[in-house]
């Protein structure tokens, strides 16, 4: 009887754990590749050319200027994004053990933030939430037991949570969000727009203001869906997940939804107050 309810409670908080790795690893493999593939921002003249770059996060000791000195020759940075990209189809395979897991997560986070200064100028939220999963993925795998493994869950639900609700909360002070303008302005611009959801909105008007408070409200009230063990959790997950969605459609952003939705079984545990390790 006790060894299957330590199965029951392994597996409780294992597979959100599992999921987390999976589908963050998707969204370090998608980076890597496009890094891999698009080369003309390193190149001189480019966003990232190194010649002006290294000088924007400069190293504190020279030993970690040689460092990224290295790391930012071309052949090198080829070759560390496609290792990444090794260890992140091994995180996405059905290989279980724990050790080698634990390795695959270690070397993903530790490799980000030696290539981070390489990609300075086009980085953005998903490569700091995927960061973040695969670092509490391989400190909860590191400790080797249910307890630490479910920790990472919980810190990765949380986590979310708080990524959530700070973003509508940071929104609120912005005339642009609160009279419904900002959804408008975002699509007209050339990073993030689109000319045809921009049309709509514009003829529209109505419609576009109610988007953007529906926007702040689901984010602002995000942290509200832990309340009564997560009774609704599963409604706001779907919800947001449809978000991401969105905006990997019409601004461009894939990866956000890779990275957040990763995070979305931790989400549910932490609500449901699942895998406690008990």
Known sequence: MLSRIRKVAES????????????????????????????????????????????????KTKAMQAVRDFIAREPVTQALHGSRAVAAA???SPVKNN???MAANIYLAGSQVLVYPRHLFGTDGSDQVSFLVQTAAALGRAGGTDATRN??????????????????????PGDAWRNGDALAKIMRTQTYGDEWFFKQLDKYP???RAICHVVLALECGFPL??????????????????FHLANARFMGLSRFAWAFVSTYPSVRALAKGTGEGR
Request: charged share 15%; hydrophobic share 45%.
């Open 151 to 172: 920790a990472a869950v919980q810190f990765i639900g949380a986590q979310t949570v708080l990524s959530y609700g700070a973003s509508g909360w940071a929104k609120l």
């Open 99 to 101: 050790t080698v897991r």
């Open 225 to 242: 869906l832990l309340i009564k063990k997560g009774k609704y959790i599963d409604a706001g997950l779907l919800v947001m997940g449809g």
């Open 206 to 208: 109505a419609a576009s």
């Open 90 to 92: 091994v995180l996405i």
């Open 12 to 59: 409780a908080c294992a597979q959100p754990l599992a999921t987390a790795e999976r589908l963050s690893a998707a969204t370090h493999l998608l980076s890597s590749l496009e890094y891999m593939v698009r080369t003309t921002d390193r190149k001189p003249g480019g966003l990232n050319d190194w010649t002006h770059t290294r000088s924007q996060v400069p190293a």
